[in-house]
Nanobody
């Protein structure tokens, strides 16, 4: 079973930075649309950023200019670099994956993911 595994969460003050990482246990990310979604205190999982096999990315407006999603297909790792963090970024961040097939939906936030990690907590204090 495809299982994303996240790491890198923590607690920082507003204005600080964190970098999250994700790998797929036993699978290569080379065939998968990958992304980050977050679940805040009010519940509900919302898209943060996705990145396709070709490196094309999609971001939610709230993080544009502050977060950068990237992937290293050789090392089989997905990253989320988060800069200028704000208290409203506090959430449980989940890594997601969706296998890309010919003719399938593009790698965009609105099309979601099929596989989810358990999440890593990010807490930003003011």
């Amino acid at each position: 079973q495809v299982l994303p595994v996240e790491s890198g969460g923590g607690s920082v003050q507003a204005g600080g930075s964190l970098r999250l990482s994700c790998s797929l246990s036993g699978y290569s990310i080379n065939e998968y649309c990958m992304g980050w979604f977050r679940q805040g205190p009010t519940g509900g999982r919302n898209g943060v950023a996705t990145i396709g096999i070709d490196g094309t990315s999609d971001y939610t407006d709230a993080v544009k200019g502050r977060f950068t999603v990237s992937r290293d297909n050789d090392k089989n790792i997905l990253f989320l670099q988060m800069d200028n963090l704000k208290p409203e970024d506090t959430a449980l961040y989940h890594c997601g994956a969706r296998k890309m097939t010919g003719g399938g939906r593009p790698c965009l936030i609105r099309y979601g993911m099929h596989y989810w990690g358990e999440g890593t907590q990010v807490t930003i204090s003011s």
